[in-house]
């Protein structure tokens, strides 16, 4: 019986320990401009904006498509972007597997964070890799 308050004095050390640590914050073009270039660049581009949507620039993203603004700086939640790439249908990236959760979860923090985009800085651009493959046709050229 000695180990039931040792293991319920650990478990709150514990989440209490978490607490207090804080994350490095996450920045646009060292973790969410790859992401968007190597999932998204392929179908919404500064030449080819599928849906209406280009994310070639913070503007863009924010304009969005025939669906709404892509991102919503300050609520991942209620941005589009995360929503497509996470339950509402259709997902996004179409015809492809899904991002790994911890890249959703990085847009998510990015954006909660306020989605600070550099001026200038572009995120999805047509590269020759992405503008001769079809997403559902070849999978090779973005993914894994």
Known sequence: ?????????????????GAGETRAPVEFARHVQPILQRACAI???ETLAQ??????SRAAALKGGES???IAPGDAAGSLLVKRLS?????MPMGLPP???AEVATLRTWID??????EGQPAATK???????????DRSATRR
């Open 1 to 17: 019986m000695r180990t039931l308050p040792l293991t319920v004095g650990l478990l709150a050390l514990g989440s209490s320990a």
């Open 43 to 45: 179908c919404h581009n």
């Open 51 to 56: 849906g209406g949507l280009s994310l070639a």
């Open 68 to 70: 709404g603004p892509a």
């Open 87 to 91: 339950v509402v249908l259709p997902r």
């Open 99 to 101: 991002l790994p959760d």
């Open 113 to 118: 964070a306020g989605a600070a985009w550099p």
């Open 127 to 137: 590269t020759t890799a992405s503008a001769s493959a079809s997403p559902i046709t």
